[in-house]
T-cell receptor, first 110, second 113 residues
C-alpha cells in the first residue's frame, strides 16, 4: 500500500552543518510531495512542496527535489541553525488524504 | 487571521468518560481533517470531511465520531474514552480535497487514565 519511509532520528548536528533527511515513498501514480515541520509544542506547518517530477521545492534555505526514478524527496539544507531544531515529516497525497512518514527529529547544537 | 483553532489545549479524562474536541477554521476551506499523533507513529488520520455535509473514515476511526457542523467547524467526539486514546489530536483544513496544502491547528493533548 501507499507509504512514506523516513530516516529514523534523532539527527544531531552542530550549527552550520549540512543537513540531509531521506524520504522515499510508495504510491500509485505521481502524487504531490510535501515536507512539513513541527516545532516544539506546535502543530505542523508546510515547509515546502513539489507537484511534479524534477520540481524543486524550497523555503527558508531548505530544498527538496522530486525524483520520480528513485521515488524520493530528500530534504537538504546547507547550513542549519539552532532554530531549525524540530520534527520534519515527509508526506504525499493519496486521493483525499495526506500520507505521512513517522517524522525525523532534528537537534541542532550551537 | 486565526487560521485553525482547537479547544481545549489539554484534557485529562477517566476511562469511560466522554468529551468533544472542537475545531474551527476561518479560511473558508472546504475540507477538514482529524489526526492523532503518537510517538514513533507519525500522524494517523481518524476522520475527514471532504466538503460540508460529508464525512469519511480515515485510518483509525474506531472509538471516535465526528460532526461537520458547518463549513467552519468540525468536531471529534470520544463517546467512552480508553487509555489507548491518550494522544495529541490535530485538526487540519485545506482549500479542497486533492493536492492542496493542509493547515494545522495547535493540537489538543489528551490523557485518559
Amino acid at each position: 500500500g501507499d507509504s512514506v519511509t523516513q530516516m529514523e532520528g534523532p539527527v544531531t548536528l552542530s550549527e552550520e552543518a549540512f543537513l540531509t533527511i531521506n524520504c522515499t515513498y510508495t504510491a500509485t501514480g505521481y502524487p504531490s510531495l510535501f515536507w512539513y515541520v513541527q516545532y516544539p509544542g506546535e502543530g505542523l506547518q508546510l515547509l515546502l512542496k513539489a507537484t511534479k517530477a524534477d520540481d524543486k521545492g524550497s523555503n527558508k534555505g531548505f530544498e527538496a527535489t522530486y525524483r520520480k526514478e528513485t521515488t524520493s524527496f530528500h530534504l537538504e539544507k546547507g547550513s542549519v541553525q539552532v532554530s531549525d531544531s524540530a520534527v520534519y515529516f515527509c508526506a504525499f497525497y493519496n486521493t483525499d488524504k495526506l500520507i505521512f512518514g513517522t517524522g525525523t527529529r532534528l537537534q541542532v547544537f550551537p | 487571521n486565526a487560521g485553525v483553532t482547537q479547544t481545549p489545549k489539554f484534557q485529562v479524562l477517566k476511562t469511560g468518560q466522554s468529551m468533544t474536541l472542537q475545531c474551527a477554521q476561518d479560511m473558508n476551506h472546504n475540507s477538514m481533517y482529524w489526526y492523532r499523533q503518537d510517538p514513533g507513529m507519525g500522524l494517523r488520520l481518524i476522520y475527514y470531511s471532504a466538503s460540508e455535509g460529508t464525512t469519511d473514515k480515515g485510518e483509525v476511526p474506531n472509538g471516535y465520531n465526528v460532526s461537520r457542523l458547518n463549513k467552519r467547524e468540525f468536531s471529534l467526539r470520544l463517546e467512552s474514552a480508553a487509555p489507548s486514546q491518550t494522544s495529541v489530536y490535530f485538526c487540519a483544513s485545506s482549500r479542497d480535497r486533492g493536492t492542496y496544502e493542509q493547515y494545522f491547528g495547535p493540537g489538543t493533548r489528551l490523557t485518559v487514565t
